[in-house]
């Protein structure tokens, strides 16, 4: 379900800001469209998640898809700092992985370890990351994409 409590302005200037920051980096539209709603982003099969710039950085959006896989509500999702999404074990790796993604802009065929609100483990495979930026190139935070993962 669509998350009611977010302002029209939000939902445009960060459906914008996703899929330009997108489109900046990988020279290609994140969806099939290249001005896709906020709706369609939501609804897209392919799991998508973003983040702030908070020093432990909290979930500012995550797709149907990205709440079915980690099994959260949208307001557990964007109350929950992203290091969260993987395991503990995991998270030193990940924090080294996001710092290489704000250094470099980008990064293709990311492969982790994840789990879900139950404990689920599952492996994502070739998921982008990369950095959301305003229209003056500076640092809004961060997204991540893909549609392959399997659980463990």
């Not at 990205?66 to 993987?86: F, G, H």
Request: aromatic residues 12%; hydrophobic residues 40%.
């Amino acid at each position: 379900m669509l998350p009611s409590s977010l302002s029209e302005n939000w939902k445009i200037d960060h459906t914008h800001r996703l899929c330009e920051s997108y489109l900046h980096f990988f020279k290609t539209p994140l969806l099939s469209s290249f001005n896709p709603t906020f709706e369609e982003l939501f609804h897209s099969p392919l799991i998508l998640l973003s983040h702030g710039t908070q020093s432990d950085p909290i979930l500012n959006f995550g797709n149907q898809a990205a709440l079915t896989l980690w099994e959260l509500s949208w307001e557990e999702l964007t109350q929950m700092p992203s290091r969260l999404t993987a395991e503990p074990m995991e998270r030193e790796a990940r924090a080294a992985f996001m710092n290489e993604v704000r250094t470099h802009g980008f990064v293709s065929h990311y492969a982790g370890i994840r789990v879900s609100k139950s404990g689920r483990r599952f492996k994502i495979e070739n998921a982008k990351v990369w950095n959301l930026i305003d229209q003056q190139n500076q640092l809004t935070g961060q997204a991540a994409c893909f549609s392959q993962w399997s659980y463990l």
